[in-house]
């Protein structure tokens, strides 16, 4: 018997802004004045953010952490997005859309400090899992979490971040396949910033999209400008309303790209070019939300001057409260290896809390 043709597929990319400002009208998710300065000053919050962050590990006041810079537009829009009764779930790299969803700069020093106390929200209601290093592992808690909304008939979904290198991880694969067999409501949103540490993309996968992996899936997949922060905005937003209505997940590719190191215990010149950056800088998300905002009379050069003072002031009181004294108990991880004290463990911290007075003592 010849051969047939079960189905074909396709893969569509979205974008809506370009690097000049200019926007498709059509396209244009319509967004109010008050929306859009509100989304441009956290992408700026962010951005200023993460500068001053890099300044306080250079100078040994915090420790490493992986910079955002260049992936504002794919944090912050998709943030902005969401519901009140929606999860966030990340990685390491969407201070942005973590600030948004009422997370502190504060917290973020904390934890980058090496004190799991910086975990802790203000509102513990809000729904923003911690910070999550282990690539890809977040995924399978988002498909969870999205699994029990719906056995809750919760009008709610679940937003999940990570990067690039974590679709070649099991936990990526693993996380859609159950989202979709449950038909979940979650939006799995890769931020593809080019490289995984010093892997490039190309040598990651053979897929000419990442987007084409919902195919396997049998889930949406879309590939979008991660520059363009209406395009974000828009294509999380209908893939919300996908995952409010019953229809499952979906998968977003954002392409972006990661301006700074990959972390700062990384260089980045080893392995990737200048003119490769200078390219991607040409791209950068924050001058083309400004100079849309221009074009469209809402902004001008005197409110810029007046937003960045005021977000210096409000970073810098965020370093003071962070350095400000606390109290925090050296030992208080060993609480939390199980869920009831364990001679084993006790034995470590034993020992852990000896080292410290020995080195006390030495000093």
Known sequence: MPSEVIDQF??????????????????????????????????????????????????????????????????????????????????????????????????????????????????????????????????????????????????????????????????????????????????????????????PRSQQTRSRTLAQKAIAYDIPGIQIDGNDVLAVYKATRDALERAYAGEGPTLIEAVTYRLMMHTTADDPTRYRSEDEVNEWWKRDPIPRLRKYLENKGYWDAEQQAGLEEEIRQQVEAAVQEFESPREYQPDTPFDHVFGTRHEVIEEQRREFLAHLGKEAADA
Request: proline letters at 3%; a negative charge; hydrophobic letters at 45%.
């Open 10 to 199: 396709s893969v569509s990319h979205l974008r809506i802004l370009d690097e000049a400002g200019n926007v498709d009208e059509e396209l244009d998710p319509g967004l109010s004045r008050e929306k859009l300065l509100q989304i441009y000053r956290a992408m700026l919050l962010s951005r200023e953010g993460d500068q001053r962050m890099l300044k306080l590990q250079r100078q040994g006041r915090i420790g490493t952490f992986g910079p955002g810079t260049g992936q504002e537009a794919s944090s912050v829009g998709a943030a902005f997005a969401m519901g009140d009764s929606d999860w966030l779930v990340g990685a390491f790299r969407e201070m942005g859309a973590r600030l948004v969803r009422g997370d502190s700069l504060t917290n973020a020093l904390i934890y980058y400090a090496g004190y799991e106390e910086g975990s802790l929200l203000e509102d513990p209601s809000a729904r923003v899992l911690p910070i999550n290093i282990i690539v890809a592992s977040q995924l399978v808690h988002a498909a969870g979490i999205g699994y029990a909304m719906k056995y809750r008939n919760e009008r709610a979904a679940v937003v999940a971040f990570f990067g690039d290198g974590a679709t070649s991880q099991g936990d990526f694969h693993e996380a859609l396949n159950f989202a979709a067999v449950w038909q979940a409501p979650v939006v799995f949103l890769c931020q593809n910033n080019q490289w995984a540490i010093s892997i």
